[in-house]
């Protein structure tokens, strides 16, 4: 059961939710929603029951010691309340746990029980998954929903997809059975560097969730983590000259399924965010805003129609739902 107690009352709350597992390659997903606690300091008021939806030789606890005495972590999924200032004040609810092994539907009732008491007006899902993309270009980032007043609404794509799901994908279901407006953010992570973390792709959430709900993000560490991740792999990548042949054919794919949407309207849309992030009444030590992508370049982040570029010969067996 989820416990309310001494939960103040939120403003215009948003629930933002991501599951360690299948649904998040690279560690991508959990660590944005890391970062939003770390960031605006979270604190955690409820967790789920771990006996109910976890099975421990799966997701095994873990033993430490405080103190000199012995205590036991359960894995599970825990709630935080985010209350964010500024001119704009919104509160986020924060859900980070890991993908459940057993009673998704009850999971996923208990979760919307909550953010129904507590007002939720729209849930954010992110998720990552791997995919044919270059570790050197923009990470793709798309937005999809089941609700097709909702995609026309918020510029989304309504989702099309088939096949095997996580718990994103039940999790979003859910919300729109409930009449809950849901959208799920996607990141693409190069399948040949899958191993987290990958700070890159984290950022290209954070980047996507800050216009979704119109919110600066404040980045911390995380721009220079993820310059310092691109340079890694590329000199990982140059030391390997198949790998390198096999990255420039992703890249050739990519800017060859680019070139129709580099559009006056997408170009304007861009610097249009770039000139609001750079509104000289941001609160001061916001310690930046979400607009690196990792190599140095802005992100033309919108990714319209979330079209994904032509696969090469080679594929990956894992790709991961939308």
């Known amino acids: 059961m989820i416990e309310l107690e001494g ?3 939120l403003v215009d709350p948003v629930m933002v939710a991501a599951f360690e597992g299948w649904n998040d390659a690279g560690d991508a997903a959990s660590t944005a929603v890391g970062h939003l606690d770390k960031e605006w300091k979270g604190e955690v008021f409820a967790a789920l029951d771990a006996e109910d939806y976890y099975d421990f030789q799966v997701n095994r606890p873990t033993v430490f010691l405080e103190d000199g005495v012995r205590k036991i972590t359960w894995p599970t999924t825990r709630l935080s309340v985010v209350r964010v200032g500024g001119d704009k004040p919104r509160d986020l609810v924060l859900v980070r746990g890991i993908e459940p092994s057993m009673r998704w539907r009850s999971f996923c009732n208990e979760l919307l029980g909550f953010a129904h008491e507590l007002g939720v007006e729209l849930v954010v899902i992110l998720g ?3 995919g ?3 570790h050197t270009r923009p990470v793709p980032v798309s937005g ?3 609700d097709p007043d909702l ?3 918020m510029d989304l794509e309504e989702t099309k997809y088939e096949g095997p799901t996580g718990i994103v994908g039940i999790l979003q279901e859910a919300c729109t059975h409930a009449g809950v407006p849901a959208v ?13 973390p990958n700070p890159k792709a984290t950022l290209a959430l954070l980047n996507r969730l800050e216009d979704l709900i119109d919110l600066r993000i404040p980045l911390g560490e995380l721009a220079e983590d993820a310059r310092a ?5 590329d000199q990982l990548a140059a030391e390997d000259s198949e790998v390198a042949e096999y990255v420039q054919s992703l890249e050739e794919a990519r800017d060859t399924a680019e070139l129709p949407e580099a559009s006056g309207e997408a170009i304007a849309r861009e610097f249009e965010r770039y000139l609001r992030r750079r509104d000289p009444g941001a609160p001061p030590g916001s310690g930046g805003h979400a607009t690196d992508g990792g190599d140095g370049s802005s992100y033309l982040r919108d990714n319209p129609g979330g079209k994904r570029p032509p696969k090469p010969p ?3 067996p894992d790709d991961g739902d939308e």
Do not use: F, K, N
């Open 7 to 9: 939960v103040p009352e």
């Open 128 to 130: 990552a998954l791997l």
């Open 132 to 134: 044919d993309t270059p």
């Open 144 to 146: 999809v929903t089941s």
């Open 151 to 153: 995609a026309t609404r």
């Open 184 to 196: 799920s953010l996607w990141a693409a992570v190069p399948h040949y560097v899958s191993q987290p």
């Open 229 to 233: 991740w691109q340079l890694g792999v």
């Open 314 to 316: 080679r594929s990956d």
